[in-house]
């Protein structure tokens, strides 16, 4: 499926360089993708992650954390300092949640981190 001529439009069209789960719905763009954009939140609140390393995991840009994105939610954004493309495996440490999680202040970032679902 993701050598098909459909996939490798799609994602050079629709997505490339994009994030799939943050990216703003074009004005520009067919009915049928319009849709697919707009089915996310629905779509985030059935998906669980199961994080490992992390190293494929976008810290921002994917729904990993209890449904939410990071790059939308402002107590994450002012307690991490990391670029856009961070993966999670930045607060992994030997399978692990490191000192950037474990080290955090109460607040409700820290509780969702840390649910074991």
Excluded at 8 to 16: F, G, Y
């Amino acid at each position: 499926m993701e050598d098909s001529m459909w996939v490798r439009w799609s994602w050079d069209h629709n997505i490339k360089h994009k994030q799939i789960w943050s990216m703003k719905v074009p004005s520009e763009c067919s009915w049928m993708w319009r849709n697919i954009l707009y089915t996310r939140d629905i779509a985030r609140k059935k998906i669980k992650y199961s994080i490992t390393n992390g190293d494929k995991t976008s810290l921002w840009h994917d729904p990993w954390c209890q449904g939410q994105l990071l790059c939308e939610n402002e107590e994450a954004r002012n307690l991490f300092l990391a670029p856009p493309e961070a993966k999670v495996s930045m607060l992994i440490t030997n399978g692990e949640w490191n000192q950037l999680v474990t080290g955090l202040p109460e607040c409700s970032l820290k509780t969702d981190m840390l649910i074991e679902d």
